[in-house]
């Protein structure tokens, strides 16, 4: 299994790679994780480090000769000022294809090699971001002829993160998905928007594409225990906000709603775990709500889920980029997960289609300021009376991640990997 971000690096990245070595396990299936030492990284999470050893995933490291991530010993570090940010981007998208993290493919190919020598490997499995991952995954079968499965939590070639300098460099990127993808055995996406795209980049000779969404993990919440408070109407937002996916149109409504309502002033309650910029500190500041904010920062995965479990209302927004309507943000599975009421800024696309079959979310446009707040005041006055609704339960087990790790084992029987074990392949 092939996975750049891995514990005991935090962040959504590694959450799905993490849960299928997890469960996996349950069908059959033994994992051998190859990642790279962590180097310099914008977060940890050694909790999710710590889940993995209690799982017994054996976890292979590569010396990190990334760059922007060199090193063995992991180092926080954050880019500062959005002029580095954008210099930084910049240099990626000009001088590095398919990513900046090319610079591990090479080592990771020769380690994954004395691997495959040493053990009985049935498959190969690679997960992208970043795509270097799918190359490194190309060559090994190249070399072994062992069976490979490509994985994709987001687009590639019309991924919302990237951006294409020059018409040259979009289309050598093209050729490098499909040379690298067509080479698959099978191919894995997060949601059916993907999937067609791929397959129409592909063409007929595409490998199988299946989907398999992200999810939530259920021992996360059973170790959650809901602490009621009936003083505060507790509204939660987890993760990450980046530069034009914003809460802005929230707080207005927030705003709003305050000035309309007194009641609500005195009990409402805003939590964001995952951290918030100067520029989001700004607007609250601007709109008066600085001290109905809390602030947690990056909390480990564990405590993140209990703020989940805690919380009255759920909310999350996305930006108006190009290409987001085809975007799951991973936190919308365990919002479900939590089976807490939600309310999404977003636009008509695939993340509207799966909250509306949820059962207990209110689906808004992303500046639509004055239908938020009623919204918010509706899930209130509910709150009040003792009446929030919840998800739709057997709506969600779908995403539970021990089922979606089962669909992953099944594309590993049907494509006959277990038939085709190789070891020693130098002799």
Known sequence: MIAYYFPPMGGSGVQRPLKFAKYLKKFGWEPIVLAPE????HTFDDSLLQEAAQASIRIERVENSAIFQPGKKKRSAKP????????IKWITS????PDNKKGWIEPAVERGL???NKETIHAIFSTAPPYSNLIIAHQLKNKTGLPVVMDLRDDWLGSHWISYPTRWHYRKMKNIEKQTLSAADAITVVNDTYNKKIKKRLGENSPPIQTIPNGYDKENFRKAIPARDRESFTILHSGLFYDRIKPD???????KLMVRDDEFRKHVDLQFQGGLRQTHWKMINQLGLTKYVTDFGYLNHQDAVQNLVN??????TLGKIPGIDAVTPGKVFEYMGSLKPILAYVPDG?????LE?????TVVGIESVDMGADAIQKYFLQWKAGKLPSGDINYTLQFEREFTAKQLSEICDNVGMKDTAKSNFYN
Do not use: C, H, Q
């Not at 149109?249 to 705003?255: A, D, M, V, Y």
């Not at 695939?350 to 799966?354: E, F, N, S, V």
């Open 357 to 361: 079959n949820y059962g207990a979310a």
């Open 114 to 116: 004395e691997i495959i």
């Open 249 to 255: 149109s929230f707080l207005k409504s927030i705003k």
């Open 311 to 316: 919380a009255d209302l759920l909310f999350l």
């Open 94 to 97: 000009w001088f590095f294809l």
């Open 38 to 41: 962590p180097g310099m990284y």
């Open 80 to 87: 500062k000022g959005r002029l580095l940010s954008f210099f």
């Open 350 to 354: 695939i993340t509207k289609k799966l």
